[in-house]
C-alpha cells in the first residue's frame, strides 16, 4: 500500500457515499459528469493515444442507443445483451472506416473530415428509416426493473455510470502499460518512425479505433436509457460529437485521468449555467463560454489542466511513474 | 422520367454549384496560404447573413446591397479571430489546430443563436419570389443574380491575387512563408487579411444565399461541410479547383434529388467525399501529392 493507493481508496470511498447526502438534482449533474468522463475516455482512446482526431464519434453513441432501443422494443431484448450487439455493430462501422482511414493514407485533416462523414451519413440515413422512428426519433418505453436497465430516481444510475467510470479508468490504464498502449503513442509521436522500428501501426489504429468505437457505444445505450428519448439529430449531431471532445481536452489529451477531471471541471460548469442562463432567455451562452474555454486551454496549457492538479497533489502523490 | 424536370434541375444545380464555389474559395484561400482548415467557416457565413438580415429589417436594404456591408463585417471578424487565436497555433500539431477553430464555430453559432433566437427567417426581398421562363425551365431570378454575381466576386478575388500588392504578398507568403519574411513581408499582417479576405468571400457567399433559403443559427455547420467537399473535389488550396468542384457539387445533389428525397442529397455529397479522398486525395483538378 502505497499513498498513491491510499489517496485513490478515499476518493472511491467518498464517491461511492456521497449518495447519502446528495438530492436528485445534484445526482443528476454526478451523473452526468461520470457519462461524460466515460465517453471522453473513449474518445481519448483513439484520439488522445494515437493521434487520430475523431469529430464524429457521437456516431457510435448513437449506434449504441438506436440498437438497444430497437432490440428491446421490438424484441423484447434486454439492453444489457442489447449494448453488446450495438457495441460489435459500432466496432464494424468504426473498422470500415479505419481500414478506409488508415490503409489509404488518409490522415490529419482529412480524416478528421472522414469521420464527420460517416456521422452525418448515418444520421441522414437513420431520418429516413421508418422503423427507427425517423426524423421525430423515438421514445423509450419506460418499464423499470434491473433486466430492462430502467429504474426510478437516480441512485441506481449514479452507481452504474460511476461503476462506467471506473471499469474505462480501468481499461485504459492496462492498456496504457500494454504494449499496444505504447505502441499507440509511438505512433501519436511519430507514425512513419515507429512503423520504421517494427510496429504494425496499422493493426494498432485498428484496435484503437475498435476499442474506442466499442465503449463510446455502450455509452449510447446508458443514454437512451436515462434520457428515454432518441432523436437522430441529437445523437449523431456534430453538437454532441463537439461536445464530448471538450472534456478531455481542457483535462489533458492522451492522459488517464485527463477526462475525468475536464468532466469534473466543465459539467457541473454546463449544468448550472445551462439552468441559469436558459431562464434568462440567454440560451446558448454556455456554449460560447466553453467554446472560450477550450480555445483559451489550447493557447495556453496545451498539456491540459490535468499538469495542475497533479501539481497540486504532488505531495500527497509523490513522483508519478505513469508519464 | 421528365426531361423538363431534369434540365430544371441541372440548370438550378449549375447556379446554386457557383456560390457554393465562393464559399469554397474562401476555405480554400485560407488553406492555401496558411495550411489551417477553417472549421467555422459555414459559422461566418451565418454571421454575415445575419447582418445583411439585420440591414434588411432595420433599413429595409436589400441584400444586394448590403453585400459589401456584410462582407466587411466578417472581413474584420476574420482578421480579428486570425490575429488573436489563429496566427498563434500555426506551429501546433494538426491536431490541436482543428480544436480551437471547432470551437470557434461553436462560438459564432451560439452567438447567433444568442442574439437572433432559434428561430427560422426568411426576409421576403424584391426579388425573392420572381421567376424568369426560358423556354419550358423556370428560373429564380435571386438564384440566377446570386450565380452571375458569385462567379463575378470570384474573378475579382483572382485580380486581386493576380494584380495588386497585397495579392502578391499573399501569394509570396503562400508559396514560401520564409521567403516572404526575408524580402519584408509582415507576414502576420498579411496572413491576418488573408484569412480576413477568406471570410469576407464566404460572407459574401451567405449574403447571396439569404433570399434563397431560410436564416437560422445552426446551419452553419451545414455549409462548413459543404465548403469541405468542394474544395477536397477541387484540391486543396487549389482556387479554380473550388470554383469548379462548387458546380460539380451544386449539380449532383440537384440531379440527386430526382432519384433521392431531397433531405438525403447530403448523404449523396458525403459519399462523394469519401470516394474522392481515397482515390484521389489530390482533388480532381491537383497534380500528383
Known amino acids: 500500500m502505497t499513498r498513491r493507493h491510499v489517496f485513490f481508496a478515499a476518493v472511491l470511498l467518498v464517491l461511492l457515499a456521497l449518495p447519502l447526502f446528495l438530492d436528485k438534482y445534484a445526482l443528476g449533474i454526478f451523473v452526468m459528469i461520470f457519462f461524460y468522463a466515460y465517453v ?5 482512446v483513439l484520439t488522445g493515444y494515437t493521434g487520430h482526431i475523431s469529430l464524429g464519434h457521437a456516431l457510435y453513441i448513437g449506434i449504441g442507443a438506436y440498437a438497444t432501443t430497437f432490440l428491446a422494443q421490438t424484441f423484447g431484448i434486454t439492453p444489457w445483451i442489447g449494448m453488446l450487439v450495438g457495441g460489435i455493430a459500432a466496432v464494424l ?15 490529419g485533416v482529412y480524416f478528421v473530415i472522414m469521420t464527420i462523414a460517416f456521422a452525418e451519413i448515418t444520421r441522414l440515413i437513420v431520418s429516413h428509416v421508418e422503423a427507427l422512428g425517423s426524423f421525430s426519433g423515438i421514445f423509450v418505453d419506460f418499464n423499470p426493473s434491473f433486466w430492462n436497465f430502467q429504474f426510478r430516481g437516480n441512485l441506481p444510475y449514479y452507481y452504474i455510470s460511476l461503476g462506467f467510470m471506473l471499469a474505462s479508468l480501468v481499461a485504459v ?11 499507440m503513442v509511438a505512433i501519436r509521436e511519430d507514425e512513419e518512425a515507429a512503423q520504421a522500428l517494427g510496429v504494425d501501426t496499422f493493426r494498432c489504429n485498428m484496435f484503437a479505433i475498435a476499442i474506442s468505437a466499442f465503449m463510446t457505444s455502450l455509452a449510447g445505450a446508458f443514454y437512451a436509457n436515462y434520457i428515454y428519448y432518441l432523436h437522430p439529430n441529437s445523437l449523431f449531431g456534430m453538437a454532441l460529437s463537439i461536445e464530448l471532445i471538450l472534456r478531455p481536452i481542457v483535462g489533458g489529451l492522451g492522459t488517464l485521468f485527463g477526462p475525468v477531471i475536464g468532466s469534473f471541471i466543465l459539467t457541473p460548469l454546463s449544468e448550472i449555467s445551462r439552468a441559469y442562463f436558459s431562464k434568462g432567455g440567454l440560451e446558448g451562452l454556455h456554449l460560447i463560454l466553453y467554446g472560450i474555454l477550450a480555445i483559451l486551454v489550447v493557447l495556453f496549457m496545451p498539456k491540459g489542466i490535468i499538469v495542475y492538479v497533479k501539481r497540486a497533489l504532488h505531495p500527497i502523490l509523490g513522483t508519478t511513474n505513469a508519464e | 422520367m421528365d426531361p423538363h424536370l431534369a434540365l430544371q434541375l441541372i440548370i438550378q444545380g449549375i447556379l446554386l454549384g457557383g456560390i457554393y464555389g465562393l464559399i469554397a474559395l474562401g476555405l480554400s484561400l485560407i488553406f492555401g496560404v496558411m495550411g489551417v482548415i477553417n472549421f467555422a467557416h459555414g459559422q461566418m457565413m451565418v454571421m454575415a447573413m445575419y447582418v445583411s438580415y439585420w440591414l434588411f429589417i432595420l433599413l429595409s436594404l436589400d441584400p444586394y446591397l448590403s453585400l459589401v456591408g ?29 480544436l480551437p477553430l471547432v470551437a470557434m464555430g461553436l462560438i459564432l453559432e451560439n452567438m447567433a443563436l444568442l442574439f437572433w433566437g432559434p428561430d427560422h427567417r426568411s426576409p421576403q426581398t424584391a426579388l425573392s419570389l420572381q421567376t424568369l421562363w426560358v423556354g419550358p425551365v423556370m428560373i429564380d431570378v435571386s438564384r440566377l443574380i446570386a450565380f452571375v454575381l458569385a462567379i463575378a ?3 475579382l478575388i483572382f485580380i486581386f ?26 507576414v502576420d499582417r498579411i496572413y491576418n487579411t ?54 460539380i457539387l451544386g449539380l449532383a445533389e440537384s440531379v440527386a434529388t430526382l432519384f433521392l428525397p431531397a433531405t438525403l442529397k447530403q448523404v449523396v455529397s458525403f459519399s462523394l467525399l469519401v ?3 481515397l482515390f484521389r486525395p489530390q482533388g480532381l483538378f491537383g497534380g500528383k501529392k
Request: glycine content about 14%; aromatic content about 8%.
Open chain 2, 275 to 277: 470516394v474522392i479522398m
Open chain 2, 70 to 98: 456584410a462582407a466587411a463585417a466578417v472581413f474584420v471578424l476574420g482578421y480579428l479571430i486570425q490575429a488573436t487565436v489563429v496566427n498563434r497555433i500555426l506551429d501546433y500539431p494538426e491536431a490541436m489546430q482543428v
Open chain 2, 161 to 186: 491575387l493576380k494584380k495588386t500588392n497585397i495579392g502578391k504578398c499573399i501569394r509570396a507568403a503562400a508559396d514560401n512563408r520564409t521567403g516572404a519574411i526575408l524580402v519584408g513581408i509582415d
Open chain 2, 153 to 155: 466576386i470570384t474573378i
Open chain 2, 194 to 247: 488573408s484569412f480576413a479576405l477568406g471570410a469576407a468571400t464566404t460572407g459574401a457567399a451567405g449574403v447571396l444565399l439569404l433570399p434563397l433559403m431560410p436564416l437560422s443559427p445552426h446551419m452553419g455547420h451545414d455549409f462548413t461541410l459543404t465548403a469541405f467537399i468542394v474544395v477536397i473535389l477541387g484540391g486543396m488550396g487549389n482556387l479554380i479547383g473550388a470554383l469548379v468542384g462548387g458546380l
Open chain 1, 40 to 44: 471522453g475516455q473513449s474518445w481519448n
Open chain 1, 173 to 183: 490504464h492496462l492498456i496504457e502499460i500494454s504494449k499496444l498502449g505504447r505502441f
Open chain 1, 93 to 107: 462501422i468504426a473498422l470500415f472506416l479505419g481500414f478506409l482511414g488508415f490503409r489509404f493514407g488518409i490522415r
